[in-house]
């Protein structure tokens, strides 16, 4: 399962520095995933923060020191998620009319706004219009670039890609913690609006940088452009690639996507990602996403400063750090390996391990709760959940958007990307309740129902989820049609797919053949 010759109909060679010029744009993409990380660790840090909490907070006098209202914690962190979901919903819809080039633009733009709001405002109301605005400008930032790395990587690197994106991510929330603890003990407003200021550096880095790159050729074919196709696909495979290995490339990606429009290329694309064949996908791709919300990282991500405080850690700052470079750790432990080993494999191994992880801390709270040794215990297997599921994430994102076809790849990732946000929010919206001393106060004893949670996702990934290791999207479109069922994915192979690369191959090698006997013959005629 996590060995063995991987049988695929790629034509590129597989190595990494064939295709340095995709990997160059498609990191600068992964940009994207950065501003997601950076949200994440400065809100969190915020919410422990005295110069944000004297603006948005109260003065608590019992324990004299400064706290904020449970509800208007929940609405500050979960309203960017709810921002996220509609976003996410209207990716689909803005793709198909203008592409994805336009709608990472459109995330920059709504991220522009939405900060200088923050920056600016000391109103609760347009903090929250400003957060759900952010929303919106994330969950495209998100979705439109990992539909752009999905269709613009070769086949064998889509893993690598999942893995830098993921660690842009943790690089995000390593830098959004490390401003947040140079600035928390800071007592006036600058306290977070100089960690605010950060959102504007990478989406201005990537709006420039978009002027430079191609549009995905997949979303052009499914436009009927194939001249336009033809050349994005050249911008983003180095020069020195052989025409042969090119037009079996392309080859495969214009036949496959022409029959997948001509067999199903309706207009109403929210009903077809519904129907025959494409409801497995469908299904899959939305399940495969969720796993990041249904395992129980949302409330850890968002609380782990928080949560930290209250178990009565000392220096919750500086641990939440260390918690968060565990999560780099994993993702780059896991570059070593992806282009080794089966998907689910990894997949399995990340959602048990994060299963047990929640257990243990669970077990070690109930045990001695708020002990110095069970806030010991809570920040090691925090940090071991960190590792692990940072470890495996990004290729559950890969997945999802691997299972859908060509034209339908927006609208599919689109849902599932907000149910995993509406998913998000509703982990992020009732973690107060359970781990907020002035509720049920459970701490760490919330993780008894995320590891039954990672359980059931073990579960589902071993009978359900196909493995698509170094497969070419075209592969795993003709596996789908063929209703091959999921524990046959990695042994099939796609013979009709083959052939289209075979059929371009052939085509071009009899022109090199027939340009280089005409060479021949006005050699000989000028002699």
Known sequence: MAAGAVISANPLQLDIRSHRKCLAICFVITISSFQYGLDYALVGGFMAMPGFLKVFGYYDEVGRKWAIDPTVQQLISSLMTIGTFVGSLM??????RFGRR??????SALNFVATAIMIGTTNLGALYFARFMLGISVGWFLTFAQ????EAAPAHLRGIMFAIYQSQLSIGSIVGAAVDNATH????????????????AAPTI??????????SPRWLMTQGRTEDAEASLRRLRNNNIKESEFQAEFNEIRVSTQQQMEQRGGKQLWIEMWKGRDRRRTLLSIAIICFHCANGSSWINIYTTYFLTTAGVTEPFSYSIMVTCMGLIGVLVSLFFVR????RVI????VGACGLCQLAFAVAWTAAPGTVVSAKVVVAFISLFTFFYVAYAPYAWLMGGEYPNNHLRAHTYGIGTALNFLGNWLGVFTAPYFINPASLGWNAKYGYIWFGSNMILFVFTWFFIPETRDRTLEEIHEMFEANVPA???KGYVCESTRAMANAAMKEKDVEAVHTEEVNKERASKED
Do not use: C, H
Request: glycine letters at 8%; zero cysteines.
């Open 91 to 96: 990716v689909g819809p803005f793709s198909s």
């Open 102 to 107: 336009q709608g990472l633009w459109s995330a």
């Open 147 to 150: 539909v752009y790395i999905n």
């Open 185 to 200: 003990l800071m007592l006036g407003q600058e306290a977070y609006r100089i960690p605010l200021a950060v959102f504007f």
């Open 206 to 215: 990537q709006t420039v940088a978009l002027f430079f790159f191609p549009e």
């Open 340 to 343: 080794y080993i089966d998907r």
């Open 347 to 350: 997949v399995l191994t990340g």
């Open 487 to 489: 524990r046959k994915f």
